[in-house]
C-alpha cells in the first residue's frame, strides 16, 4: 500500500457561531424553554457549538409560523415557488465547499464523500424539485392536486444535508410549509440551511428549523396543526410516530431501517464485486439504512470472493473526515459506537469469526475499524438486526432460491444488491426480492430521479422522483 | 339488508325449497367456523368467523400470494372479468338479497373497470427514471402481499375494496358487513378461475376479528374503509403499527362508491421497485 502524505480539506472556509438558535419565522431565535445542548466533531471530540433545544412551546411557534405561511406560500403560482426553490439549488451549489467541511465537521464523514455525494445531490435534489413545482398537475396524481399542509419532519444524522434535501424540496414543491427537527448529533448544516433560505429571500416562516433530541421530535409529531409527517430513521422509532398519528387523520411517510443482502452470483466479475460489496458496507462508516450489510456468496466463489475482499479492505484509510484520501471517517457518536460495538461483539459470542485489516485508529474521537464476519447464520444477531456501522456479515448458499429465501428473511426491505453477469438471472432474482430498491451490479446509487423507500417493515411512501410528490400532495 | 320473500309460494303444493347454508370462504373452499359459532342475519344462520378462521384465513391468502402476483397481468385481467361475467349471471339472486339493479350494474361495470387495470397500473404508477449517469434506471409498482379488509356494507362498497386489492397481485381477507351478499360473492369468485386463497371472506363481528387481523404479523395492510366506529379505527391503526402495515383509513364522511374511484385504492397496496443496472459495453 503505497503511503499518502496527508491531504487535508481546509476547515477555515467555514465560520461557526459559539451558539445557534432555532429558526422560526425567518429568524434565528433562542428556545423559550428546552434550554441547549452541544454538538462535538465526532473525529475529535471538540464542541463545535452550542445549539438551542427546542421545548414544546418553541414546536408550537414554529409550527404556528408555518401554519402562517402556508396561506400565501400555497397559493403563489408553481412557477413563482419553483424560483424559490431554483434559487436554494444555486445557493447550495455556490456555498458546497463550505456545507461540504461543515457536513464533515459535525458527522465524521469523509471530506470525498460530503463533496461528491452529499452537496451535490442536495442541489441536484432542489433542482429536481423546483421543475415540479409549476407541473403538479401533470403528476398523476389527479387533476387539481393541493398541498396538504404544515409538514413536520424529523430526519436522522447519518445524511444530514441530503435527508434535509429529501424533505425539503418537494413538501416546497407541492406548496406545503415545513417544521424540520434534524438530528441532535447533526443539527449545524439544517441551520446553515436556514441561512441558505433568508439569502434566497424565502418568505419567513415557510421553512422552520427547530434542534433538539428525541422529545422535540416527539412534539413536533404529535402537535395539533401538523398534516403532515415525515420521517427518516429507525424502525423503532417509526413504529412509535406510527401510534402517534394513528387515529388523528394525519399524513404519515416513514424512511426506516434496512438490512439488505447483496448477493454475489458464481459467474460475478470478483473485482467489480468487491468494490461493490466496499461500497455497500463501508460507504459513509455503514451508517447508511440501505446499506450491504448482508453478503450472501455463492459458495464455489465463497473462498476466492472473501480473500479479495480482504485484500481491498486493507487498503481502506481510516482516519481524519476532512483529509482528501479517507475512505472511512468517525463514527458519528459515542452512542452509535457503544451499539456497534455490541453488535460486534455479539457476533462473535453467537460464534461468528470476525477479522478487520489491521489499522491504526486516532487516540480520540470515535473510530471503528471496517469488519466482516464470516460463518453468520441466519439466526445470528448480527445478520437480524441492523448495525448501522462497518459491519459485514458474510452467509454463503448454493442455489439461487436460497438465495432469494435468505434475501428476503428479514423484517426489513429496503435495498438489495445482486452481481452476476447473466442479464436473465438479474432480473429474475430483482423480481422475487421484497426489497424496494435493487442494485444489480452497482450499488449505493442515489438520484433525485429514482425513487427510494422500503418495503415491509423499512417503512411507506416514497421519496424521489415523481412518486416523491405524493406524499406531499391531498 | 332486507330480503324479498324468501318462503316458497303456497300454491306449489309439495315442493319444498332447498336453502343455502352460509359458511366462511378459505382457501378457495366454504368451511363453517372452527368455533362452530353461528348467528342469525336476516333470518338465515350464518358463521360467525373466530380468530382462529381469521388466521387460517391468512395463512390461506399467503400461500395464493406468490402464484396470484407471479401470474401475467393478462391472466388476472382474464380472470377478473370473468367475475364481472358471473356477477352479472346472478343478478336475481343478488336482486334476491336486496341488491338494487342500480347498484348491481354499477359493481359489475366497476369490476370490469378495475379488471383492465390489471396490465395497465404498472405503465401508469411506475417507469423509466432519468437519472444522471450511464444507468437504467426503472421503477415497477409490485403488490404489498396480504391485505386485511373491513369492508364496508352493500355490493357496491363490497367489489369497491376487493377489486383494488387483487386486481393489483394483493390477496385479501375480508370482514364482510353483508354476509349473504358477500358469500354470494365468494361463490362466484369459487366458479370463475380466482385460485383459492386469492380472496377470503369471513362472516360475523369485525369489532372481533379485525384487532387480531391488524395485529398479524403475516399481514401486509389494512384497509378500514368498513369501520364505522372512529376510536376503533384508531385503535386498529394503533395496532397495524406494530409490524407497520400500510392502512387505508376510512372516509371522514359518507362515501359515494358510484364516484370515479381514482387510482389510490390501488396504489395504496402497491410498493415501488426500483432496479438499477449501469450500462456500458
Redesign the interface.
Known amino acids: 500500500m503505497f503511503e499518502y502524505a496527508p491531504a487535508p480539506e481546509s476547515r477555515s472556509v467555514v465560520s461557526l457561531d459559539a451558539s445557534y438558535g432555532l429558526f422560526i419565522d425567518g429568524a434565528f431565535d433562542p428556545a423559550k424553554e428546552g434550554g441547549t445542548f452541544k454538538t462535538v466533531n465526532p473525529a475529535t471530540e471538540e464542541v463545535l457549538a452550542e445549539v438551542a433545544a427546542a421545548g414544546p412551546e418553541d414546536v408550537d411557534r414554529a409550527v404556528g409560523a408555518a401554519r402562517r405561511a402556508f396561506g400565501p406560500w400555497s397559493a403563489l403560482p408553481g412557477a413563482e415557488r419553483a424560483k424559490y426553490l431554483f434559487r436554494i439549488a444555486r445557493i447550495i451549489q455556490e456555498r458546497s465547499r463550505e456545507l461540504a467541511v461543515l457536513e464533515s465537521l459535525d458527522n465524521g464523514k469523509p471530506i470525498k464523500e460530503s463533496r461528491d455525494v452529499d452537496l451535490p445531490l442536495v442541489a441536484a435534489h432542489f433542482f429536481y424539485y423546483a421543475g415540479w413545482a409549476d407541473k403538479l398537475a401533470y403528476a398523476g396524481f389527479g387533476p387539481d392536486p393541493r398541498p396538504i399542509g404544515v409538514a413536520g419532519q424529523v430526519i436522522p444524522w447519518n445524511f444530514p444535508l441530503l435527508m434535509l434535501a429529501w424533505k425539503i424540496a418537494p413538501a416546497l414543491a407541492a406548496g406545503n410549509t415545513v417544521v424540520l427537527k434534524p438530528a441532535e448529533t447533526t443539527p449545524l448544516s439544517a441551520l446553515f440551511f436556514a441561512d441558505v433560505c433568508r439569502q434566497a429571500e424565502l418568505p419567513p416562516g415557510v421553512v422552520n428549523i427547530v434542534t433538539g433530541a428525541g422529545d422535540t421530535g416527539a412534539y413536533l409529531v404529535a402537535h395539533p396543526d401538523v398534516d403532515k409527517v415525515a420521517f427518516t430513521g429507525s424502525t423503532e422509532v417509526g413504529r412509535e410516530i406510527a401510534r402517534t398519528v394513528a387515529g388523528t387523520g394525519k399524513r404519515l411517510t416513514l424512511e426506516l431501517g434496512g438490512k439488505a443482502a447483496n448477493i454475489v452470483f458464481d459467474d460475478a466479475p470478483i473485482d467489480q464485486a468487491v468494490e461493490g460489496i466496499v461500497n455497500g458496507i463501508f460507504f459513509n462508516q455503514g451508517h447508511v439504512c440501505c446499506a450491504g450489510s448482508r453478503l450472501l456468496v455463492q459458495e464455489s466463489v465463497a473462498g476466492e470472493l472473501l480473500d479479495s475482499l480482504k485484500r481491498r479492505m486493507a487498503t481502506l484509510r481510516v482516519g481524519d473526515p476532512l483529509d482528501k484520501n479517507t475512505d472511512i471517517g468517525a463514527i458519528n457518536s459515542a452512542a452509535q459506537l457503544a451499539r456497534i460495538t455490541e453488535l460486534s461483539e455479539i457476533g462473535g459470542q453467537e460464534g461468528a469469526e470476525r477479522w478487520s485489516p489491521a489499522c491504526e485508529l486516532p487516540e480520540r474521537g470515535f473510530w471503528f475499524a471496517p469488519t466482516i464476519f464470516t460463518g453468520v447464520t441466519q439466526a445470528h444477531r448480527i445478520a437480524r438486526e441492523e448495525i448501522f456501522g462497518p459491519v459485514l456479515s458474510v452467509l454463503t448458499f448454493r442455489t439461487p432460491a436460497e438465495a432469494i429465501e435468505k434475501a428476503n428473511n428479514t423484517p426489513y426491505g429496503l435495498s438489495a444488491g445482486i452481481w452476476t453477469e447473466k442479464g436473465s438471472r438479474i432480473l429474475a432474482v430483482a423480481d422475487k426480492l421484497r426489497a424496494g430498491v435493487v442494485w444489480a451490479n452497482t450499488f449505493n446509487k442515489f438520484d433525485p430521479a429514482s425513487p427510494f423507500g422500503g418495503y415491509k417493515e423499512s417503512g411507506y411512501g416514497r421519496e424521489g422522483g415523481r412518486h416523491g410528490l405524493e406524499a406531499y400532495l391531498a | 339488508m332486507p330480503k324479498t320473500s324468501k318462503a316458497a309460494t303456497v300454491s306449489e303444493p309439495t315442493r319444498l325449497a332447498v336453502r343455502k347454508t352460509y359458511k366462511l370462504y378459505i382457501g378457495g373452499k366454504f368451511p363453517r367456523s372452527e368455533s362452530g359459532r353461528t348467528f342469525v342475519a336476516d333470518g338465515d344462520n350464518v358463521a360467525l368467523a373466530s380468530r382462529k378462521d381469521a388466521r387460517d384465513a391468512v395463512v390461506a391468502a399467503r400461500a395464493a400470494q406468490a402464484g396470484w402476483a407471479g401470474a401475467t397481468a393478462y391472466n388476472r385481467g382474464q380472470v377478473l372479468y370473468r367475475v364481472a361475467e358471473m356477477v352479472e349471471a346472478r343478478r336475481a339472486e343478488f336482486a334476491a338479497l336486496g341488491v338494487s339493479g342500480d347498484e348491481l350494474n354499477a359493481a359489475v361495470d366497476r369490476w370490469v373497470w378495475y379488471a383492465g387495470w390489471s396490465d395497465k397500473i404498472a405503465q ?2 411506475g417507469g423509466a ?5 450511464p ?1 437504467f ?1 426503472i ?1 415497477a409498482p409490485e403488490p ?1 402481499g396480504v391485505v386485511a379488509i373491513v369492508a364496508p356494507a352493500g355490493l357496491l362498497g363490497l367489489v369497491s375494496v376487493i377489486a383494488p386489492a387483487v386486481v393489483t397481485g394483493n390477496t385479501a381477507v375480508v370482514l364482510a358487513a353483508d354476509p349473504q351478499i358477500a358469500i354470494t360473492l365468494a361463490e362466484v369468485f369459487a366458479t370463475s378461475d380466482v385460485p383459492g386463497g386469492v380472496v377470503n371472506i369471513l362472516t360475523g363481528r369485525y369489532a372481533e376479528t379485525a384487532p387480531w387481523l391488524a395485529a398479524h404479523a403475516d399481514v ?1 395492510a389494512l384497509d378500514l374503509t368498513g369501520v364505522e366506529h ?2 376503533l ?3 386498529l ?2 395496532a ?5 402495515k ?2 387505508i ?1 376510512p372516509a ?1 364522511g359518507a362515501v359515494d362508491f358510484s364516484a370515479d374511484p ?2 389510490k385504492p390501488m ?1 395504496a397496496l402497491l ?8 450500462k456500458g459495453y
Open positions: 401508469v404508477a427514471n432519468p437519472v444522471a449517469g444507468f434506471n421503477s404489498t401486509n372512529r376510536e379505527a384508531a385503535e391503526e394503533r397495524a403499527a406494530g409490524t407497520l400500510r392502512v383509513r371522514t381514482g387510482l396504489t410498493e415501488t421497485k426500483t432496479v438499477w443496472h449501469p
